[in-house]
């Protein structure tokens, strides 16, 4: 009788604990926004209108304001360096579409509700011909704070990237140049403007682009290894990622990584690296020449030699027994 | 090319064949000896010094030419187009067969939805502080972004902690004595006899390189002073990266009585 109370128990025990329902924890605050990025050729006289929907995570209802922030850098990643309190003429083209929501004004959103932000943007005739970057911001509103409150109060924002060329043409002028494409070091050696690198190890290559013109650039293009013949042997392709004017930027291969180049037994002698960009409008080609050689495998075999060699010896100094 | 190669070897394996190598002290003691078995071993028969021989050079030329045949990647050019690699992520990978070898991407880079920013705790309340003995709090950053090309997550607060007569204030940290801490670059804070008030990060995509353990700190940058300092950044696609947020504060005993407030903004934004 007691053994069947036990396992009773026991049952009642285990199956509370497997079905109660565990404690679930959420963001006291979260947020979406859609679009990320937007990237936008656009005439003077033109306007073009771009809804962006808010999602609001929590389980709290929320006050959010919106606000353009307009930059003029990006760190070398493509992070753009934004100045909350800085002004810019061409901040009354945009607007926002939506009746109730306006802004730099709170407006709020329920818990787990979606709002839509309808931005439009009209570029004035008279408007200079130049690209216009700004982020679209939506940040939690904080009244006022508890007086007896003591420490901080946090604020969460969250931002989508806009990125305007305003230009009478389809395709503005744009200048890349690539610079610093080099191997990464420790791999190579360099010897006056030649590198040598051993033939069956890996190499790691950094490089960067400037964007010296006035408008926004995409890096489409290639990272090609030719042998001294002019034959093809690898082929990679560059990530495209939007250069701003007078901005400078890493560039990786498509899977945001540095390039990389594995040569085989067969690549020995000079090869040709070369990073090729082609823009709607020019193109920019950074080159290094890398002569690989049998390196690390001439040093194998020699020591497999000295090795063999050396046992032989020893085998061969053997006394034999005397009979 | 591959012809000096394959001499050079030959004529290293008929070198250490054929020649003695000794190291030999300034006393004419020999350290060691490297000679081959020709001399060596009188006994061996010549037959075997042949094989021996012609076995290296066989595994000479093993190295040298059994290797993968010459490969030619495809030029994807022609007289009247060329196909740089495009940015629609249709596919994309490495391939290979015997006569080429490509990575490529084909398709437009496709940039998400920039989502789940998330705080865990919006409100950081130290309550009462007691001088010499540091306050901690911590709460939590969550990222997910589907952006390709990444995202940074920036910290900014408008001012130091400030009592309501807007004047005193408790300093933004400047770490131990021996280790001062900037805005950009963490360090140890542990001692408690240093005061003011900063924060450490952990978790991921944070710089480890900086915030190398939870002694390390750092103090907010104020806003229209400095720029927003970053506390998290990827450079790619993001799915739930977490990041704890630990808030330090170290009063002395001379600290004015009163409520100190302030407010930090953490700004998610993608890159592009």
């Known amino acids: 009788m007691t053994k069947k109370i036990f396992i009773t128990i026991l049952l009642c025990v285990l199956t509370f604990a497997i079905l109660l329902p565990k404690n679930i924890s959420a963001a006291n605050y979260g947020m979406s926004i859609s679009p990320p990025l937007l990237r936008v050729h656009i005439k003077p006289g033109r306007s073009i ?17 919106a606000a353009i922030v307009p930059f003029t850098e990006s760190d070398i990643s493509g992070n753009p360096v934004l100045n909350p309190k800085a002004t810019a003429p061409w901040l009354s083209y945009f607007s926002l579409a939506n009746s109730e929501i306006k802004f730099n004004k709170p407006f709020p959103i329920s818990a787990g509700a979606s709002e839509q932000l309808i931005l439009s943007l009209s570029v004035p005739e008279t408007a200079p011909l130049k690209d216009i970057y700004a982020t679209l911001i939506v940040s939690t509103y904080v009244n006022s704070v508890d007086q007896t409150f003591q ?28 610079e610093g494409f080099y191997p990464a070091k420790g791999t190579v050696i360099k010897i006056g403007e030649l590198y040598f690198a051993d033939s069956i190890t890996p190499l790691k290559f950094t490089a960067t682009v400037n964007n010296e013109g006035s408008f926004t650039a995409e890096t ?34 498509t ?69 | 090319m591959k012809v000096i190669y394959l001499i050079t070897l030959i004529f290293l ?31 061996l028969d010549q037959k075997m010094k042949v094989i021996y021989l012609i076995t290296l050079i066989f595994l000479s030329i093993f190295f040298t030419k059994v290797e993968t045949s010459p490969v030619y990647a495809d030029d994807l050019k022609s007289p009247t187009f060329e196909i740089q690699m495009s ?80 004047v005193t204030t408790i300093p933004d940290t400047s770490c131990d004595l021996a280790t001062p801490c900037l805005q950009a670059d963490a360090n140890v804070w ?24 939870s002694t390390y700190y750092r103090p907010f940058p104020v806003e229209n002073i400095d720029q927003p300092a970053i506390v998290m950044s990827k450079g790619g696609i993001a799915t739930s990266s977490a990041a704890t947020v630990t808030y330090k504060v170290n009063i002395s005993g001379s600290q004015a009585a009163g409520t100190y407030q302030n407010a930090i903004q953490f700004i998610a934004i993608p890159a592009f």
């Open chain 2, 87 to 166: 940015t629609i992520n249709i596919t994309g990978g490495a391939k290979s067969s015997t006569t080429y070898k490509l990575t490529d991407t084909v398709g437009q880079t496709f940039q998400g939805q920039f989502n789940s920013a998330g705080i865990s705790d919006l409100d950081i309340n130290f309550g009462s502080l007691v001088p010499g003995i540091p306050s901690l709090l911590s709460n939590t950053l969550t990222v997910t972004t589907g952006s390709a090309f990444g995202y940074a997550v920036k910290a900014i607060e408008d001012h130091p902690l400030r009592r309501s007569d807007g």
């Open chain 1, 220 to 253: 489409k293009g290639v990272f090609r290894v030719t042998s001294g013949k002019g034959k093809p042997v690898y082929l990679e392709g560059i990530l495209p990622v939007n250069v701003i004017a007078k901005s400078q930027r890493q560039l990786l291969n």
């Open chain 1, 151 to 178: 420490g901080s109060a946090l604020r969460a924002t969250i931002g989508s990237n806009l990125l305007i060329t305003v230009s009478s043409q389809a395709y503005p002028d744009t200048i890349l140049r690539i």
């Open chain 2, 190 to 213: 542990g001692d408690n006899a240093r005061f003011g008030f900063g924060y450490n990060m952990s978790g991921t995509d944070v710089n480890i390189a900086d915030f190398v353990n």
């Open chain 2, 13 to 43: 394996s008929i070198f250490f064949t054929t020649t003695e190598i000794s190291l030999v002290y300034a006393d004419d003691t020999t350290l060691l000896k490297i000679s081959p078995m020709m001399f060596q071993n009188p006994q």
């Open chain 1, 49 to 65: 209108t771009q809804v962006y929907k808010i999602e609001n995570l929590s389980n709290n209802d929320k006050t959010l304001v």
């Open chain 1, 255 to 323: 899977n945001g990584n540095s390039f990389e180049f594995s040569p085989s037994l067969s690549n020995i002698g000079s090869h040709q690296l070369s990073l090729e960009i082609k823009t709607d409008n020019s193109n920019t080609t950074s080159t290094i020449n890398i002569i690989f050689f049998p390196l690390k495998l001439s040093l194998g075999l020699l020591i497999s030699l000295l090795l063999i060699i050396s046992i032989v010896r020893v085998t061969s100094k053997t006394p034999e027994k005397s009979t």
